[in-house]
Protein backbone atom coordinates (compact mmCIF):
# COMPACT_ATOMS: atom_id res chain seq x y z
CA UNK A 1 0.00 0.00 0.00
CA UNK A 2 2.80 2.42 0.85
CA UNK A 3 3.86 1.76 -3.17
CA UNK A 4 0.34 3.04 -3.84
CA UNK A 5 0.55 6.17 -1.57
CA UNK A 6 4.22 7.12 -2.73
CA UNK A 7 2.88 6.96 -6.84
CA UNK A 8 -0.36 8.55 -6.02
CA UNK A 9 1.14 11.82 -4.05
CA UNK A 10 4.10 11.86 -6.87
CA UNK A 11 1.99 11.86 -10.20
CA UNK A 12 0.59 15.27 -10.91
CA UNK A 13 2.16 15.30 -15.03
CA UNK A 14 0.89 17.88 -17.36
CA UNK A 15 -0.31 20.20 -14.65
CA UNK A 16 0.94 24.17 -14.62
CA UNK A 17 1.24 26.16 -11.19
CA UNK A 18 -0.11 24.22 -8.12
CA UNK A 19 -1.85 26.21 -5.95
CA UNK A 20 0.13 26.42 -2.45
CA UNK A 21 -0.76 24.26 0.40
CA UNK A 22 -2.98 25.38 2.42
CA UNK A 23 -6.48 24.98 1.26
CA UNK A 24 -7.63 22.03 3.14
CA UNK A 25 -8.37 24.49 6.12
CA UNK A 26 -12.00 22.25 6.63
CA UNK A 27 -13.93 24.87 4.95
CA UNK A 28 -16.34 22.77 2.40
CA UNK A 29 -14.30 23.13 -1.30
CA UNK A 30 -17.41 22.93 -3.86
CA UNK A 31 -16.80 21.32 -7.06
CA UNK A 32 -18.45 20.24 -9.94
CA UNK A 33 -17.85 16.64 -10.44
CA UNK A 34 -17.65 14.24 -13.74
CA UNK A 35 -17.77 11.30 -14.59
CA UNK A 36 -17.67 8.63 -17.51
CA UNK A 37 -18.71 6.01 -19.33
CA UNK A 38 -16.99 3.61 -16.63
CA UNK A 39 -18.56 4.86 -13.74
CA UNK A 40 -21.42 6.33 -14.71
CA UNK A 41 -24.03 4.06 -13.58
CA UNK A 42 -26.75 3.24 -11.21
CA UNK A 43 -25.39 0.46 -9.95
CA UNK A 44 -22.57 2.48 -8.06
CA UNK A 45 -25.35 3.38 -5.50
CA UNK A 46 -24.79 -0.50 -4.17
CA UNK A 47 -21.33 0.45 -2.92
CA UNK A 48 -22.31 3.68 -1.67
CA UNK A 49 -24.68 2.72 1.37
CA UNK A 50 -24.73 5.16 4.14
CA UNK A 51 -23.59 8.02 2.02
CA UNK A 52 -27.17 8.32 -0.31
CA UNK A 53 -26.34 11.42 -1.45
CA UNK A 54 -22.33 11.43 -2.45
CA UNK A 55 -23.26 11.66 -5.93
CA UNK A 56 -25.74 14.02 -6.20
CA UNK A 57 -25.43 16.59 -8.73
CA UNK A 58 -22.58 14.54 -10.09
CA UNK A 59 -22.61 14.74 -14.37
CA UNK A 60 -20.99 12.62 -17.25
CA UNK A 61 -20.66 11.11 -20.30
CA UNK A 62 -21.46 7.24 -22.08
CA UNK A 63 -22.55 5.80 -25.15
CA UNK A 64 -25.67 6.12 -25.12
CA UNK A 65 -28.82 6.87 -27.50
CA UNK A 66 -32.09 7.57 -26.32
CA UNK A 67 -33.10 3.85 -26.60
CA UNK A 68 -36.56 2.39 -28.17
CA UNK A 69 -38.58 1.20 -25.15
CA UNK A 70 -39.48 -2.06 -27.07
CA UNK A 71 -35.53 -2.76 -26.94
CA UNK A 72 -35.77 -2.26 -22.89
CA UNK A 73 -38.68 -4.47 -22.35
CA UNK A 74 -36.74 -7.47 -24.65
CA UNK A 75 -33.76 -7.32 -22.58
CA UNK A 76 -35.89 -7.19 -19.62
CA UNK A 77 -37.46 -10.22 -20.66
CA UNK A 78 -33.92 -11.76 -20.75
CA UNK A 79 -32.74 -10.25 -17.29
CA UNK A 80 -35.50 -8.47 -15.37
CA UNK A 81 -33.33 -6.82 -12.87
CA UNK A 82 -31.19 -4.86 -14.79
CA UNK A 83 -30.96 -1.81 -13.19
CA UNK A 84 -29.66 0.18 -16.11
CA UNK A 85 -28.81 -0.51 -19.85
CA UNK A 86 -25.32 0.89 -20.06
CA UNK A 87 -23.61 -1.17 -23.39
CA UNK A 88 -25.86 -3.55 -24.12
CA UNK A 89 -27.31 -2.09 -27.29
CA UNK A 90 -23.52 -2.37 -28.11
CA UNK A 91 -23.42 -5.94 -26.99
CA UNK A 92 -26.87 -6.67 -29.17
CA UNK A 93 -25.33 -5.19 -31.90
CA UNK A 94 -21.77 -7.33 -31.67
CA UNK A 95 -23.34 -10.55 -31.99
CA UNK A 96 -26.01 -9.69 -34.21
CA UNK A 97 -22.71 -8.49 -36.90
CA UNK A 98 -21.22 -11.54 -35.75
CA UNK A 99 -24.36 -13.97 -37.16
CA UNK A 100 -24.90 -11.97 -40.25
CA UNK A 101 -21.59 -12.07 -41.37
CA UNK A 102 -21.43 -15.74 -40.90
CA UNK A 103 -24.73 -15.68 -42.88
CA UNK A 104 -22.84 -13.77 -45.50
CA UNK A 105 -19.76 -16.09 -45.17
CA UNK A 106 -21.41 -19.27 -45.80
CA UNK A 107 -19.23 -20.52 -43.19
CA UNK A 108 -18.28 -20.05 -39.09
CA UNK A 109 -14.68 -20.54 -39.92
CA UNK A 110 -14.05 -17.35 -37.71
CA UNK A 111 -11.19 -16.07 -40.47
CA UNK A 112 -14.16 -16.42 -43.48
CA UNK A 113 -16.60 -14.36 -41.27
CA UNK A 114 -14.01 -11.02 -40.36
CA UNK A 115 -13.68 -10.53 -44.22
CA UNK A 116 -17.63 -9.89 -44.00
CA UNK A 117 -17.86 -7.62 -40.47
CA UNK A 118 -17.34 -4.54 -42.16
CA UNK A 119 -18.98 -4.92 -45.44
CA UNK A 120 -22.27 -5.84 -43.69
CA UNK A 121 -22.35 -2.85 -41.51
CA UNK A 122 -21.98 -0.78 -44.66
CA UNK A 123 -23.40 -1.99 -48.15
CA UNK A 124 -26.43 -2.15 -49.89
CA UNK A 125 -30.02 -2.34 -48.70
CA UNK A 126 -30.52 -0.80 -44.68
CA UNK A 127 -32.03 -3.69 -42.44
CA UNK A 128 -32.39 -3.55 -38.63
CA UNK A 129 -34.18 -6.46 -37.02
CA UNK A 130 -31.95 -10.50 -37.31
CA UNK A 131 -35.25 -11.63 -39.30
CA UNK A 132 -34.32 -9.18 -42.18
CA UNK A 133 -30.87 -9.71 -42.55
CA UNK A 134 -30.47 -12.61 -42.72
CA UNK A 135 -32.79 -13.39 -45.69
CA UNK A 136 -30.94 -10.79 -47.56
CA UNK A 137 -27.93 -12.51 -46.52
CA UNK A 138 -29.50 -15.78 -47.60
CA UNK A 139 -30.50 -14.14 -50.64
CA UNK A 140 -27.41 -13.24 -51.73
CA UNK A 141 -28.41 -9.53 -51.48
CA UNK A 142 -25.77 -6.68 -49.89
CA UNK A 143 -27.20 -5.16 -46.80
CA UNK A 144 -26.31 -2.42 -44.46
CA UNK A 145 -27.06 -3.77 -40.52
CA UNK A 146 -28.50 -0.39 -38.74
CA UNK A 147 -29.33 -2.19 -35.52
CA UNK A 148 -29.61 0.01 -32.04
CA UNK A 149 -26.46 1.26 -31.43
CA UNK A 150 -24.88 1.42 -34.67
CA UNK A 151 -27.91 2.78 -36.34
CA UNK A 152 -26.60 5.57 -37.95
CA UNK A 153 -23.40 4.20 -39.99
CA UNK A 154 -21.21 1.41 -39.61
CA UNK A 155 -17.94 0.72 -39.15
CA UNK A 156 -15.02 2.56 -40.40
CA UNK A 157 -11.89 0.31 -42.35
CA UNK A 158 -10.07 -0.45 -39.28
CA UNK A 159 -13.47 -2.28 -37.39
CA UNK A 160 -14.56 0.95 -35.48
CA UNK A 161 -17.91 2.71 -35.63
CA UNK A 162 -17.58 5.47 -37.36
CA UNK A 163 -20.46 7.65 -35.35
CA UNK A 164 -21.97 7.48 -31.96
CA UNK A 165 -24.51 9.21 -29.65
CA UNK A 166 -23.55 10.24 -26.47
CA UNK A 167 -25.87 10.62 -23.28
CA UNK A 168 -25.42 13.40 -20.63
CA UNK A 169 -25.86 11.46 -17.64
CA UNK A 170 -27.04 13.62 -14.07
CA UNK A 171 -26.77 11.80 -10.90
CA UNK A 172 -29.93 12.96 -8.47
CA UNK A 173 -30.19 11.98 -4.65
CA UNK A 174 -30.38 8.60 -3.75
CA UNK A 175 -27.09 7.92 -6.01
CA UNK A 176 -29.39 7.54 -8.98
CA UNK A 177 -29.27 8.42 -12.21
CA UNK A 178 -32.35 11.44 -13.10
CA UNK A 179 -33.48 10.08 -16.63
CA UNK A 180 -35.40 13.34 -17.43
CA UNK A 181 -32.35 15.26 -17.43
CA UNK A 182 -30.24 12.78 -19.43
CA UNK A 183 -29.44 14.63 -23.08
CA UNK A 184 -28.19 12.95 -25.86
CA UNK A 185 -25.75 14.41 -28.85
CA UNK A 186 -24.21 12.64 -31.90
CA UNK A 187 -20.51 12.52 -32.32
CA UNK A 188 -18.23 11.24 -34.99
CA UNK A 189 -18.78 11.57 -38.98
CA UNK A 190 -20.86 8.96 -40.77
CA UNK A 191 -18.54 9.29 -44.40
CA UNK A 192 -15.76 7.83 -42.12
CA UNK A 193 -17.38 4.54 -42.87
CA UNK A 194 -15.75 2.09 -44.74
CA UNK A 195 -16.54 1.86 -48.64
CA UNK A 196 -15.34 -1.41 -49.50
CA UNK A 197 -17.68 -3.45 -49.75
CA UNK A 198 -17.56 -7.30 -48.63
CA UNK A 199 -16.34 -10.20 -50.79
CA UNK A 200 -18.95 -11.74 -53.48
CA UNK A 201 -21.19 -13.90 -52.21
CA UNK A 202 -20.98 -17.82 -52.79
CA UNK A 203 -23.47 -20.58 -53.77
CA UNK A 204 -25.59 -21.26 -50.52
CA UNK A 205 -23.99 -24.35 -49.04
CA UNK A 206 -26.15 -27.92 -49.45
CA UNK A 207 -26.02 -31.43 -49.05
CA UNK A 208 -22.62 -32.42 -47.23
CA UNK A 209 -21.15 -29.01 -47.89
CA UNK A 210 -23.63 -27.87 -45.36
CA UNK A 211 -23.10 -30.64 -43.35
CA UNK A 212 -19.84 -29.93 -42.30
CA UNK A 213 -20.43 -26.82 -41.14
CA UNK A 214 -20.25 -26.42 -37.62
CA UNK A 215 -22.71 -23.97 -35.24
CA UNK A 216 -21.26 -20.48 -34.49
CA UNK A 217 -20.52 -20.72 -31.10
CA UNK A 218 -20.53 -16.99 -29.38
CA UNK A 219 -18.61 -16.46 -26.48
CA UNK A 220 -19.30 -13.84 -23.60
CA UNK A 221 -15.60 -12.62 -22.39
CA UNK A 222 -17.20 -10.08 -20.20
CA UNK A 223 -16.84 -9.38 -16.14
CA UNK A 224 -18.87 -11.65 -13.73
CA UNK A 225 -16.11 -10.75 -11.08
CA UNK A 226 -13.75 -7.86 -11.18
CA UNK A 227 -14.15 -4.09 -10.95
CA UNK A 228 -16.50 -3.60 -14.04
CA UNK A 229 -19.09 -6.47 -12.92
CA UNK A 230 -21.01 -3.76 -11.35
CA UNK A 231 -21.47 -2.68 -15.28
CA UNK A 232 -21.76 -5.95 -16.63
CA UNK A 233 -25.80 -7.04 -16.23
CA UNK A 234 -26.76 -5.30 -19.61
CA UNK A 235 -23.86 -6.48 -21.70
CA UNK A 236 -24.53 -10.05 -21.10
CA UNK A 237 -28.50 -9.31 -21.63
CA UNK A 238 -27.97 -7.65 -24.48
CA UNK A 239 -25.42 -10.33 -25.89
CA UNK A 240 -27.82 -13.22 -25.19
CA UNK A 241 -31.00 -11.11 -26.64
CA UNK A 242 -29.17 -10.93 -29.68
CA UNK A 243 -28.29 -14.77 -29.94
CA UNK A 244 -32.17 -15.56 -28.97
CA UNK A 245 -33.07 -13.35 -31.60
CA UNK A 246 -30.60 -14.63 -34.76
CA UNK A 247 -32.10 -18.61 -33.64
CA UNK A 248 -35.48 -17.25 -33.58
CA UNK A 249 -34.86 -16.22 -37.19
CA UNK A 250 -33.31 -19.59 -38.30
CA UNK A 251 -29.89 -19.24 -36.74
CA UNK A 252 -27.21 -19.19 -38.80
CA UNK A 253 -26.61 -21.85 -41.62
CA UNK A 254 -29.26 -22.88 -40.99
CA UNK A 255 -28.10 -23.90 -37.30
CA UNK A 256 -28.71 -22.80 -33.59
CA UNK A 257 -26.43 -20.19 -32.55
CA UNK A 258 -24.66 -21.45 -29.48
CA UNK A 259 -23.85 -19.08 -26.50
CA UNK A 260 -20.91 -19.83 -24.16
CA UNK A 261 -20.43 -17.78 -21.15
CA UNK A 262 -17.46 -16.85 -18.93
CA UNK A 263 -15.72 -14.04 -16.83
CA UNK A 264 -12.69 -12.11 -17.75
CA UNK A 265 -12.47 -10.88 -14.34
CA UNK A 266 -12.01 -7.38 -14.92
CA UNK A 267 -8.42 -9.03 -14.97
CA UNK A 268 -5.77 -10.19 -17.82
CA UNK A 269 -5.22 -13.72 -16.15
CA UNK A 270 -8.60 -14.36 -15.46
CA UNK A 271 -9.96 -13.50 -18.94
CA UNK A 272 -6.54 -15.30 -20.49
CA UNK A 273 -7.95 -18.61 -18.81
CA UNK A 274 -11.39 -18.11 -20.21
CA UNK A 275 -10.45 -17.36 -23.31
CA UNK A 276 -8.16 -20.36 -23.48
CA UNK A 277 -11.50 -22.53 -22.54
CA UNK A 278 -13.07 -21.03 -25.64
CA UNK A 279 -10.25 -21.42 -27.87
CA UNK A 280 -10.76 -25.28 -26.48
CA UNK A 281 -14.57 -25.61 -26.64
CA UNK A 282 -14.33 -24.04 -30.40
CA UNK A 283 -16.41 -20.53 -29.86
CA UNK A 284 -15.01 -18.82 -33.27
CA UNK A 285 -16.43 -15.54 -31.94
CA UNK A 286 -15.66 -13.89 -28.34
CA UNK A 287 -17.63 -10.62 -27.23
CA UNK A 288 -15.40 -8.77 -24.94
CA UNK A 289 -12.87 -7.57 -23.17
CA UNK A 290 -14.97 -5.07 -21.18
CA UNK A 291 -11.66 -3.07 -19.90
CA UNK A 292 -9.29 -2.12 -22.57
CA UNK A 293 -6.46 -2.72 -20.86
CA UNK A 294 -7.83 -6.43 -20.48
CA UNK A 295 -8.86 -6.17 -24.41
CA UNK A 296 -5.89 -5.10 -25.32
CA UNK A 297 -4.08 -8.04 -23.84
CA UNK A 298 -6.49 -10.32 -25.56
CA UNK A 299 -5.74 -9.11 -29.30
CA UNK A 300 -2.23 -10.77 -29.68
CA UNK A 301 -4.14 -14.13 -28.35
CA UNK A 302 -7.00 -13.75 -30.52
CA UNK A 303 -5.09 -13.46 -33.34
CA UNK A 304 -2.95 -15.74 -32.93
CA UNK A 305 -5.46 -18.11 -32.24
CA UNK A 306 -7.71 -17.24 -35.31
CA UNK A 307 -10.58 -16.09 -33.87
CA UNK A 308 -12.71 -12.83 -33.74
CA UNK A 309 -12.67 -10.96 -30.98
CA UNK A 310 -15.62 -7.56 -30.46
CA UNK A 311 -15.25 -5.34 -27.95
CA UNK A 312 -18.48 -3.82 -26.65
CA UNK A 313 -17.15 -1.15 -24.37
CA UNK A 314 -13.42 -1.13 -24.61
CA UNK A 315 -12.69 2.68 -25.82
CA UNK A 316 -9.30 3.41 -25.69
CA UNK A 317 -8.05 4.93 -28.57
CA UNK A 318 -4.86 2.79 -28.60
CA UNK A 319 -6.80 -0.58 -29.75
CA UNK A 320 -7.53 0.77 -33.41
CA UNK A 321 -3.43 0.76 -34.04
CA UNK A 322 -2.98 -2.83 -32.15
CA UNK A 323 -1.88 -5.58 -34.37
CA UNK A 324 -4.97 -7.57 -34.87
CA UNK A 325 -4.78 -9.90 -38.25
CA UNK A 326 -8.08 -8.03 -38.73
CA UNK A 327 -10.04 -10.27 -36.29
CA UNK A 328 -10.37 -7.42 -34.09
CA UNK A 329 -13.60 -4.87 -34.09
CA UNK A 330 -15.59 -3.14 -31.82
CA UNK A 331 -19.12 -1.63 -31.21
CA UNK A 332 -17.83 0.99 -28.60
CA UNK A 333 -16.95 4.31 -30.27
CA UNK A 334 -12.88 5.15 -29.16
CA UNK A 335 -12.16 7.71 -26.39
CA UNK A 336 -11.67 10.44 -29.14
CA UNK A 337 -15.21 10.98 -29.26
CA UNK A 338 -16.15 10.93 -25.34
CA UNK A 339 -13.15 13.32 -24.75
CA UNK A 340 -14.76 15.53 -26.63
CA UNK A 341 -18.08 15.26 -25.22
CA UNK A 342 -16.84 15.49 -21.64
CA UNK A 343 -14.90 18.50 -22.34
CA UNK A 344 -18.19 20.33 -23.76
CA UNK A 345 -20.37 19.11 -20.73
CA UNK A 346 -17.20 20.51 -18.47
CA UNK A 347 -16.98 23.84 -20.42
CA UNK A 348 -20.97 24.71 -19.93
CA UNK A 349 -19.90 25.37 -16.51
CA UNK A 350 -16.84 27.78 -17.13
CA UNK A 351 -14.47 26.31 -15.08
CA UNK A 352 -11.22 28.16 -14.18
CA UNK A 353 -9.36 25.19 -12.55
CA UNK A 354 -9.98 20.98 -13.11
CA UNK A 355 -8.69 18.22 -11.88
CA UNK A 356 -8.61 15.11 -13.69
CA UNK A 357 -8.04 11.73 -11.92
CA UNK A 358 -7.26 8.64 -13.67
CA UNK A 359 -6.53 5.50 -13.37
CA UNK A 360 -3.28 3.82 -14.48
CA UNK A 361 -4.47 1.81 -17.51
CA UNK A 362 -4.90 2.01 -21.18
CA UNK A 363 -8.82 3.41 -20.53
CA UNK A 364 -7.81 6.38 -17.53
CA UNK A 365 -4.37 7.15 -18.63
CA UNK A 366 -5.97 7.40 -22.82
CA UNK A 367 -9.09 9.28 -21.61
CA UNK A 368 -7.23 11.79 -19.85
CA UNK A 369 -4.90 12.96 -21.52
CA UNK A 370 -7.71 12.97 -24.85
CA UNK A 371 -9.54 15.16 -22.50
CA UNK A 372 -6.89 17.48 -21.19
CA UNK A 373 -6.09 18.29 -25.23
CA UNK A 374 -9.73 18.72 -25.72
CA UNK A 375 -10.21 21.40 -22.88
CA UNK A 376 -7.21 23.25 -24.11
CA UNK A 377 -8.42 23.58 -27.53
CA UNK A 378 -11.71 24.90 -25.63
CA UNK A 379 -9.73 27.75 -24.31
CA UNK A 380 -8.42 26.16 -20.98
CA UNK A 381 -5.00 27.11 -20.19
CA UNK A 382 -2.13 24.11 -19.54
CA UNK A 383 -1.88 25.16 -16.05
CA UNK A 384 -5.50 25.25 -15.23
CA UNK A 385 -5.39 21.51 -15.86
CA UNK A 386 -4.43 19.24 -13.40
CA UNK A 387 -3.41 15.35 -13.70
CA UNK A 388 -3.53 13.05 -10.62
CA UNK A 389 -3.17 9.26 -10.99
CA UNK A 390 -3.99 6.28 -9.31
CA UNK A 391 -2.59 2.52 -9.69
CA UNK A 392 -5.47 0.37 -10.05
CA UNK A 393 -5.03 -1.95 -7.08
CA UNK A 394 -5.43 1.78 -4.86
CA UNK A 395 -7.70 1.04 -1.87
CA UNK A 396 -7.27 3.85 0.12
CA UNK A 397 -8.39 6.73 -1.78
CA UNK A 398 -7.27 9.35 1.03
CA UNK A 399 -4.21 10.52 -0.38
CA UNK A 400 -5.74 11.06 -3.60
CA UNK A 401 -8.23 13.17 -1.93
CA UNK A 402 -5.73 15.39 -0.62
CA UNK A 403 -4.13 15.93 -3.63
CA UNK A 404 -7.52 17.28 -5.32
CA UNK A 405 -7.82 19.21 -2.65
CA UNK A 406 -4.19 20.92 -3.15
CA UNK A 407 -4.89 21.89 -6.68
CA UNK A 408 -7.81 23.76 -5.35
CA UNK A 409 -10.24 22.63 -8.33
CA UNK A 410 -13.55 24.22 -9.20
CA UNK A 411 -14.15 21.09 -11.20
CA UNK A 412 -12.90 17.18 -11.12
CA UNK A 413 -13.57 14.52 -12.98
CA UNK A 414 -13.09 11.04 -11.81
CA UNK A 415 -12.18 8.42 -14.74
CA UNK A 416 -12.81 5.40 -12.61
CA UNK A 417 -14.40 1.91 -12.32
CA UNK A 418 -16.14 0.78 -9.19
CA UNK A 419 -13.14 2.32 -7.33
CA UNK A 420 -15.30 5.61 -7.82
CA UNK A 421 -17.67 5.01 -4.75
CA UNK A 422 -14.01 4.95 -2.57
CA UNK A 423 -12.87 8.07 -4.28
CA UNK A 424 -15.40 10.00 -3.60
CA UNK A 425 -16.18 8.95 -0.19
CA UNK A 426 -12.61 9.77 0.22
CA UNK A 427 -13.42 13.63 -1.15
CA UNK A 428 -16.63 13.43 0.98
CA UNK A 429 -14.35 13.39 3.92
CA UNK A 430 -11.97 16.04 2.79
CA UNK A 431 -15.48 17.87 2.67
CA UNK A 432 -14.87 18.18 -1.54
CA UNK A 433 -18.21 17.64 -3.16
CA UNK A 434 -20.94 19.04 -5.15
CA UNK A 435 -23.16 21.74 -4.00
CA UNK A 436 -26.00 18.60 -3.43
CA UNK A 437 -23.99 16.41 -1.80
CA UNK A 438 -22.40 18.68 0.92
CA UNK A 439 -25.86 20.09 1.67
CA UNK A 440 -26.17 16.30 2.81
Keep these: MLVALVSVAAITAGCGTTPADGNDDGQPLVVHLYGSDANMSNSLKDKLAGAPAVLSGMIGTAPLLDMPESFKERLRGVDPSLADYGYAAEAYDAVMLAGLAAESARSTDAPAIAKYMVGVSNSGTVCGSAA ?87 GGLMPHTGRLAFRSAPRFAGARLAVAELNAAGGVIDQPVEWVDGDDGTDEKVATATLERFIGLGVQVVIGASSSSVTKAMIPKIAAAGRILISPSSTSDELTSVPDNGLFFRTAPPDTLQARALADVIMRNGPHRVTIVAREDAYGLGLQKNVKADLLTAGMTDGSVDLITYPTATEDFGTVAARVRQTAPDGVLILGYDETAAIVKALAARKVGTSESLAG
Design 132 to 218: DCLALARAGKDFAYRGVSMRRSGFTDAGDPSSASYGTLHFGRGNTINDNLTEYVGAGDSGAASQVAPPAYTAYPTGNAKKKIVPLKV
